[in-house]
């Protein structure tokens, strides 16, 4: 089983930085995607961004293209994402994620939940205007 401990969350103005951060130990992969989800008040989780095991491929969603970018240190077994140009839609609890797969399409799908995929207990951004 795999641990995943986010931080970095936090109160922001519109048009602010943040960076959060998610640490993971426990079972490890032979091919998996790592990334982030968030979920706002009253809405369903979404997929925001994700890396497969090699870094060779990253995704975003359309809402964030060009204002995130999601980056790892393997050494440190830690995913960062780092948040420029806050909006105050982008409030919500970011959520990290795990998942032994090599395909992006299957990483989205644990927005709807399952037991393949494995969470952190999330870190709330809070974008002012």
């Not at 641990?3 to 048009?15: F, R």
């Not at 809405?43 to 497969?52: M, Y």
């Not at 293209?65 to 140009?85: C, E, H, P, W, Y």
């Not at 806050?86 to 644990?110: G, H, M, W």
Request: proline share 2%; glycine share 12%.
């Amino acid at each position: 089983q795999v641990q995943l401990v986010e931080s970095g969350g936090g109160l922001v103005q519109a048009g602010g930085s943040l960076r959060l951060s998610c640490a993971a130990s426990g079972r490890t992969f032979s091919s998996y995607h790592v990334g982030w989800f968030r979920q706002a008040p009253g809405k369903e989780r979404e997929f925001v961004a994700a890396v497969n095991w090699s870094g060779g491929r990253i995704d975003y969603a359309d809402s964030v293209k060009g204002r995130f970018t999601i980056s790892r240190d393997n050494a440190k077994n830690t995913v960062l994402l780092q948040m420029n140009a806050l909006k105050p839609e982008d409030t919500a609890v970011y959520y990290c994620n795990v998942r032994q797969t090599a395909s992006i399409l299957l990483f989205k799908l644990c927005k709807l939940g399952g037991s393949e995929c494995s969470w952190g207990q999330g870190t709330q951004v809070t974008v002012s205007s």
